[in-house]
């Protein structure tokens, strides 16, 4: 079974500062979809970022960019000049078919 | 844009009470999800169905059912609510036609059974 990981419960930056929040997976297969989702106060889980496992080129989204490394299982997420607003809850995913595996969720929150 | 909605934000039950969480979508999604979230957990996949009348047990599917009777539909239900299962609950669709893998969430109903 497919599991991810996400080691940092709560992570804090300052506003205009770069942040990275950590996720690691386990998997034997080869092809599969990583994403960020992200969960303001509102509760609506909104899509940040995906990254598909064949493709060697860090996905990137304006101020949200990953660093996609396959052979070590890890997918982080860089947010630079972060916003008052990027304060949420984030969760990195792993899918392959139609199911998504999250990990457990990081608490961003920026600083004034 | 794709349209996820649940029948109620916030609801409180009693236990062994029967508790129906609706979920409906507006884009034809053939694919449809019920999570929990709990603190520390992130989210846990209750059940899915990739059709009409078809569903798939999740990873965490003892004391939940689940019915689709049309397209758009998706209940989750609790036949006798427990307190262990206050939580946040939160359904998702996904269909062929969008971007890979890429499930769209409805805003969650959080559940609260005393």
């Known amino acids: 079974a497919q599991t991810v990981t996400q080691s940092q419960p709560e992570m804090s930056v300052q506003e205009a500062e770069t942040v990275t929040l950590s996720c690691t997976y386990d998997?034997?297969?080869?092809?599969?979809?990583l994403f960020w989702y992200k969960q303001p106060p509102s509760r609506q889980m909104i899509l940040v970022i995906r990254?598909?496992?064949?493709?060697?080129q860090n996905a990137t989204e304006n101020r949200f960019s990953v660093n996609f490394q396959k052979a070590a299982k890890s997918f982080s997420l860089k947010i630079s000049d972060s916003q008052l607003g990027d304060a949420a809850m984030y969760f990195c995913?792993?899918?392959?078919?139609?199911?998504?595996?999250f990990g457990e969720g990081t608490q961003l929150t920026v600083n004034p | 844009d794709v349209k996820v909605t649940q029948s109620s934000r916030y609801l409180v039950k009693r236990t062994g009470e029967k508790v129906f969480l609706e979920c409906v979508q507006d884009?034809?999604?053939?694919?449809m999800f019920w999570y929990r979230q709990d603190p520390g957990l992130g989210l846990r996949l209750i059940y899915f169905?990739?059709?009409?009348?078809?569903?798939e047990k999740g990873d965490i599917p003892e004391g939940y059912s689940v019915s689709r009777e049309k397209k758009e539909r998706f209940s989750l239900i609790l036949e006798s609510a427990s307190t262990n299962q206050t939580s946040m609950y939160l359904c998702?669709?996904?269909?062929?036609?969008?971007?890979?893998?890429?499930?769209?969430f409805g805003p969650g109903t959080r559940l609260t059974v005393l």
């Open positions: 884009m034809d999604h053939e694919n």
């Open positions: 990254q598909e496992a064949y493709k060697q």
């Open positions: 998702a669709s996904w269909g062929r036609g969008t971007a890979e893998n890429e499930q769209f």
């Open positions: 998997t034997s297969e080869s092809d599969y979809y």
């Open positions: 995913a792993y899918a392959s078919g139609s199911r998504l595996t």
């Open positions: 169905s990739y059709d009409v009348k078809m569903k």
